[in-house]
């Protein structure tokens, strides 16, 4: 039985030299072509077709036939370090995995469409699958957020009815010009009712958390508005952890409204969603500007409680007028206003020490969280290597998702995750 997993790492400008030679690393550790790739970048290599230049160099050292699946993300760790620019690859050779790729396009416009696009590629060799356990591991495009000439983003628009306007223009843009809501759950959805007994873990592809643009590979080929999946089967057990370090504070909310499919909070006990929330925090509003924002809601979302009692935060995306925009979905029928310290947000996982016994281990690690742990990124990493010298690759996503064998499908904010085998 064989397991073997090599990373690659480049922060070279050059594309197809960045290429070179993370794929040269990656492939050093393995003693046959590899039996997957798992290939994340930074938006940076965009330009002039950086992309594409790095997936044509790839499969220069590679069979044409040689599965690949990944996307943009904010920024990644792996083994040697932490970076937010650069490229990073896992090759993986095994004759313990059995595997199948698949690719949905247009997954804001039509996520279900998408998911059975993407199921019709993978079904025939799935059903051919001889080994137990089953993981469907996903990179879909993630949220993008309204944008005006000279702004990266808009996270505050105070005016009432431009605010008003935006949820329109939201939900038109998502739609016409898929640049929006990501619907994930709508599209994994579909995965877990034609396979529930399946184990689902990934995440949602991202830029520099402009949150602009995003881009997803497939193969030998970039794409937008998409979700690729890598399915695999072994016999080896498959382990997910997810945490998020944030404890509610005061009693549940029970009153409340969303929109746009559950992105948006209208209302909160009868109030704007807005004006109720700093009220709960005790705040002013002048606390918050366009250049705190992120740093100052990430420690203090809301959250909601799902049908077994789990609490999952959704931070505030932007505020458009008087409504709370979430990145994720708000479900339940309880909220509540969470806490949370930088001390917690460092920790990357429950039970690290699992990951001893795997063969690999792949993190999502919210971007955000990210963005507000700056340095502290480093005592992240840190923590990794003190329970586990197994090869890994965390990646900075927009949203994070993971679900065991007949749950529903939790797409998460603000979380950190992982995926692993034992033995």
Excluded at 30 to 37: A, N, Q, Y
Excluded at 167 to 183: D, E, M, N, W, Y
Excluded at 331 to 355: F, V
């Amino acid at each position: 039985m064989v397991f073997e997993v090599g990373i690659g790492t480049s922060q070279n400008w050059n594309p197809e030299e960045a290429a070179e030679e993370v794929i040269k690393e990656a492939l050093s550790k393995l003693s046959k072509p590899p039996t997957f790739i798992l290939l994340f970048s930074t938006i940076h290599y965009e330009k002039n077709k950086g992309f594409q230049k790095i997936l044509d160099t790839i499969y220069k050292h590679v069979p044409k036939e040689t599965a690949l699946v990944g996307g943009t993300v904010a920024g990644f760790m792996n083994n040697k370090g932490c970076y937010t620019r650069g490229l990073t690859t896992l090759t993986c050779y095994s004759d313990e995995i059995e595997i199948a790729t698949g690719i949905g396009h247009n997954t804001k416009r039509n996520p279900k469409k998408a998911a059975k696009e993407c199921m019709n590629q993978i079904e025939k060799k799935v059903s051919e699958f001889k080994l137990e356990n089953m993981a469907i591991i996903n990179f879909i495009s993630g949220v993008t957020m309204p944008q005006l000439p000279g702004k990266n983003r808009i996270v505050i628009l105070k005016n009432k009815f431009l605010g008003m306007f935006s949820k329109f223009l939201l939900s038109l843009s998502t739609i016409v010009f898929q640049k929006g809501v990501a619907r994930e759950e709508e599209f994994l959805s579909e995965f877990r009712k034609k396979y529930p007994n399946s184990y689902i873990f990934g995440g949602s592809t991202v830029d520099n958390n402009v949150f602009s643009k995003s881009y997803e590979f497939f193969n030998k080929t970039v794409n937008k508005h998409s979700g690729v999946v890598l399915a695999m089967k072994t016999n080896r057990k498959i382990m997910l952890s997810s945490t998020h370090g944030f404890v509610p504070e005061g009693e549940p909310i029970t009153s409340f409204k969303t929109a746009l499919w559950d992105r948006i909070l209208t209302t909160i006990q009868g109030e704007s969603a807005v004006k109720k929330y700093f009220k709960l925090l005790g705040w002013s509003r002048d606390l918050i500007d366009e250049k705190t924002f992120h740093r100052r809601v990430i420690f203090n979302p809301l959250g909601y409680e799902d049908s077994e009692g789990e609490i999952h935060p959704f931070v505030a995306g932007a505020f458009l007028g008087e409504t709370y925009v979430s990145g994720g979905p708000i479900k339940g029928k309880k909220i509540y206003l969470l806490r949370t310290s930088g001390q917690r947000l460092c920790e990357p996982a429950d039970n690290l020490g699992a990951l001893q016994k795997s063969p690999f281990a792949l993190f999502t690690f919210c971007a955000s969280r990210m963005e507000t742990l700056r340095n502290n990124n480093y005592e992240v990493h840190k923590r990794i290597l003190e329970k586990s010298n197994a090869p890994f690759i965390l990646v900075a996503t927009t949203g994070e998702n993971i679900s065991f064998p007949n749950k529903e499908i939790q797409n998460l904010m603000i979380t950190s995750n992982f995926f692993a085998l034992g033995e």
